[in-house]
């Protein structure tokens, strides 16, 4: 199966066009330019490099969350979008997940984190591509709390890693390894690789981001609702 990867969940732009034995053109950008800017020209550069047209994919697999509301929305829409145009199903894979597999082969747990803000984290933890916890915005600590009897040692990795990386430190101390920069990021053929063992199709329809926590557009609109009936 040839599949289009479109991941826009972190820092991190990134799409691939691979099969089960080839990644064909792997792109990932980190600047100053906005996912919505990236996008685009990036997935047109991977299906050109790759010498392949969108009629020659057979589904197209979209990165969901959790990770960045704005960015998971690109993400999910610019599929969509192509999937409807093309007529390709699409294969959801878990941001968490996929970060894991971009870190290789380690033998304790791996612990990827996305900041949520506000001294929270979206994390998950996985032991040889096998999933301990499921994802779930946590305070730091409690992250760490539940992770703690997993294992003696830790790797962390994702873009909440270096904002917390002093207060898992201090908190594990020499349990707590952290991943250098070119393993810390998701990759693009990590999440296509996952897509591609799972198979788990869906329509264009049926692609949904994964949301663990209402967007803040959702919150201040209740809120703004709630003073309204005061």
Not at 43 to 49: C, F, G, Y
Not at 79 to 97: F, M, Q, R, S, T
């Amino acid at each position: 199966m040839t599949i289009l990867v479109i991941d826009t969940s972190g820092p991190v732009c990134g799409t691939a066009v691979m099969d089960e034995e080839t990644v064909f053109c792997e792109y990932t950008a980190q600047n100053r330019h906005t996912h919505s800017t990236n996008l685009m020209p990036m997935v047109e550069a991977a299906l050109l490099s790759a010498g392949m047209p969108l009629s020659r994919m057979e589904a197209i697999a979209a990165v969901t969350g959790p990770g960045s509301f704005t960015g998971v929305r690109i993400g999910v829409a610019t599929a969509k979008g192509l999937a409807h145009g093309a007529g390709l199903p699409c294969i959801p894979v878990d941001a968490l997940e996929a970060l894991s597999r971009s870190a290789g082969a380690f033998d304790g747990i791996l612990c990827p984190i996305q900041d949520a803000r506000a001294g929270q984290v979206y994390g998950a933890a996985f032991s040889q591509d096998r999933r301990l916890l499921p994802d779930a915005p946590l305070k730091l600590e409690d992250f760490l709390d539940r992770i703690r009897p997993l294992g003696e040692r830790f790797l962390f990795l994702g873009d909440g890693m270096p904002v917390y990386r002093q207060a898992i430190a201090q908190n594990l101390g020499d349990r707590a390894l952290f991943a250098p920069p070119h393993l810390t990021y998701l990759r693009p053929s990590a999440a296509g690789q996952i897509a591609l063992e799972r198979r788990n199709t869906v329509d264009y329809l049926h692609l949904e981001a994964t949301y663990l926590r209402p967007p803040n557009a959702q919150k201040n609109r209740k809120l703004l609702e709630a003073m309204a009936h005061e």
